[in-house]
Nanobody, 125 residues
Framework: QVQLVESGGGSVQSGGSLRLSCAAS????????MAWFRQAPGKEREEVAR???????TYTDSVKGRFIISQDNAKNTLYLQMNQLKAEDTAMYYC???????????WGCGEFGYWGQGTQVTVSS
């Protein structure tokens, strides 16, 4: 079992910054991969960024160059530094965890099956 608790959301003006945190506990193998997702009203949930067991990071195109995903050394806390925020970044942000899976000669991320309760980010223009 994995427990995830997000914090750090809030309201900010366009162009501002926020840093989200996700405190992770429980089985370490089940959280070898961590990610941030978001869901805006009336829209599907989308993956914003992920970090895998090699600490390789990937981002959705709309946040590249603005958001940074990172972890502390013990991998107990996941962060999302969000800069140059735009109104379209407004959403509920969720932390998620997955076990690593071995495929095609390397470890990748399995399905994200553990989720936090979410933290709201609102960007006003």
């Amino acid at each position: 079992q994995v427990q995830l608790v997000e914090s750090g959301g809030g309201s900010v003006q366009s162009g501002g910054s926020l840093r989200l945190s996700c405190a992770a506990s429980g089985d370490t193998y089940s959280r070898d991969c961590m990610a941030w997702f978001r869901q805006a009203p009336g829209k599907e949930r989308e993956e914003v960024a992920r970090i895998d067991r090699y600490r390789t990071t990937t981002y959705t195109d709309s946040v590249k160059g603005r958001f940074i995903i990172s972890q502390d050394n013990a991998k107990n806390t996941l962060y999302l530094q969000m800069n140059q925020l735009k109104a379209e970044d407004t959403a509920m942000y969720y932390c998620a965890a997955a076990a690593a899976t071995y495929k095609w000669g390397r470890w990748g991320c399995g399905e994200f099956g553990y989720w936090g309760q979410g933290t709201q980010v609102t960007v006003s223009s």
